[in-house]
């Protein structure tokens, strides 16, 4: 699958390089801010209050 | 049959970087919300602290919090606003007032709840708290000083606990109280830490 993607991105090593840790970012960015604040309150690691 | 494979090998690395990436979400992502909240809240303090003294105690301004509780025993930095509501969007927030219970200094039961992990964590060491440690609640009319009488574990359902007098539903409260409570253990969601507190003195300002 990566081999796939690296395969696909433009230019040569350092440019894909370059895109590749790009799109990684990206993918962090989209989860840290999106995709994690809408899963942590379905994950009950931190429940504090009683009769709940 | 082996690009299938390198496939599931890559998707599964993948999901495991991203599990542990949610892991250090809920340990230092969750908590940006809560500090910048609670900031907001103590810039309104620092704000009304050049307003003047009266009865030899700084004012405060707690704007929508509850009071400012302070435990001397977890730091001499130690201190959050109280919001009021316990709802998980309450909670990012910081400490949450029970809707209903007691408020500060009152007869009955002031109940507190706080992360002890997540959203700044502001509750994670109340388990150090011996009996006769001081639990310091400031409000904008006084400040009121409790003492730690116990700490319990119970169930999630014991709801006993936050019970005007804490343990015996039943029965009409005939003095103030505290009670904070939290996850128990860390990370879990199985028990409820719990620590109760009795009022022992009260400065007006």
Redesign the interface.
């Known amino acids: ?3 796939w993607i690296w395969r696909r991105l433009p230019g040569g090593p350092a440019a894909r390089l370059l895109t590749a840790l790009v799109l990684v970012a990206l993918a ?1 960015v989209v ?2 801010y999106l995709v ?1 604040p809408m ?3 379905h ?10 | 049959m082996r690009v299938l494979l390198r496939t599931c090998g890559e998707l599964s690395v993948t999901c495991g970087l991203v599990m542990l990436l949610f892991c250090g979400y809920l340990l230092w992502g969750t908590g940006g919300y809560t500090e910048w909240y609670q900031q907001q809240v103590k810039r309104h303090l620092h704000d009304a602290a050049g307003s003047g003294r009266s009865g030899g105690l700084r004012r405060v301004h707690l704007g929508d919090a509850v009071a400012l509780l302070r435990i001397p025993r977890l730091g001499r930095d130690y201190e959050y606003a109280v919001l009021e509501g316990v709802t998980p969007q309450d909670l990012r927030r910081g400490p949450g007032h029970y809707p209903g219970t007691a408020l500060p200094g009152r007869r009955g039961n002031f109940v507190v709840s706080g992360h002890r992990t997540t959203y700044g964590a502001p509750f994670n060491r109340i388990d150090e708290l011996r009996r006769g440690d001081a639990l310091v609640v400031d409000t904008e009319d006084a400040r009121y000083t409790y003492r730690v009488t116990g700490t319990e574990i119970v169930s999630p359902a014991e709801v006993d606990v936050i019970a005007p007098v804490p343990g015996r539903p039943d029965r009409p409260p005939d003095r103030a109280m505290i009670t904070l409570t939290t996850c128990h253990p860390e990370y879990s969601a199985r028990q409820r830490l719990i620590v109760h507190g009795v009022l022992a003195g009260t400065t007006r300002r």
């Open positions: 699958m990566y081999g962090g989860l840290w994690f899963l942590e309150p994950v009950p690691v931190d429940r504090v209050t009683v009769g709940t």
